[in-house]
């Protein structure tokens, strides 16, 4: 979908390394999130943030770590603790109201251990 | 935790096949969302339900959600080969913080 902007597309890593994936959105959206997505196991949490400078785990945080120092932007670190970080990797942000309202995905970074 | 079944996990139709699939919450959810995912692609927004038995429809899709707000189903009439990717659906817990979870999708392939 327009408006979330999500690289690399394709990303490796090396044993012991730390990396981190962009994820940009200009729909002025406050609530972003990372998701996780392996064949057949659709996509899961990994964290989420409902306003700038604030941001919780979800089912699958441990080996990842966020920021949200700007309301637009929500990296995401693999950390080297994160021991099966082959996925593909998706970032989402959520405009406001009273009733809830879709999610607006980018298009995904793959990642990969050499 | 929170869980969302979806059942089937695959299908395989001949195109002009009914399809159906079903989503199944161990809780009880405030509303439910649908989203397609083509190969390769990322999920789209489809439609939200949020009364309970209600029933949407768009084009040659129903969807549906159960009286008792655990479960909801999508129903495509007559598939088309555009039909083709996987189809999740994706709940909100009332009182669970502003979080989805996912179902586990189901993986459509329609053959000519």
């Known amino acids: 979908d327009g408006g979330i902007t999500q690289s690399p597309k394709y990303l490796f890593r090396k044993e012991g390394q730390n990396v981190t994936l962009s994820c940009e959105q200009n729909?002025?959206?406050?609530?972003m999130y990372w998701y996780r997505q392996d064949p057949g196991q659709g996509l899961r949490l990994i964290y989420y943030s409902q306003i700038v400078n604030d941001f919780q785990k979800g089912d699958i945080a441990e080996g990842y770590s966020v920021s949200r120092e700007k309301k637009e932007s929500f990296p995401l670190t693999v950390t080297s603790a994160q021991k099966n970080p082959t996925a593909f990797y998706l970032c989402?942000?959520?405009?406001?109201?009273?009733?809830?309202?879709?999610?607006?995905f980018g298009d995904g970074t793959r990642l990969s251990i050499l | 935790g929170q869980q969302v079944m979806q059942i089937p996990q695959y299908q395989h139709v001949q195109e002009g096949e009914d399809f159906t699939t079903y989503c199944n919450s161990s809780?009880?959810?405030?509303?439910i969302q649908w989203y397609k995912q083509r190969p390769g692609g990322h999920p789209v927004f489809l439609i939200q339900?949020?009364?309970?038995?209600e029933v949407k429809k768009q084009k040659r899709l129903t969807f549906q959600f159960g009286e008792a707000k655990k479960n909801s189903s999508l129903h495509i009439t007559a598939t088309q080969t555009t039909d083709v990717g996987t189809y999740f659906c994706?709940?909100?817990?009332?009182?669970?913080?502003?979080?989805?979870?996912f179902g586990t999708g189901t993986q459509l392939k329609v053959e000519l």
């Open positions: 989402a942000s959520r405009g406001p109201g009273v009733i809830e309202q879709p999610q607006h």
């Open positions: 339900l949020v009364k309970s038995g």
């Open positions: 809780t009880t959810l405030s509303n």
């Open positions: 994706a709940g909100m817990v009332t009182g669970g913080g502003n979080k989805l979870t």
């Open positions: 729909l002025n959206h406050d609530a």
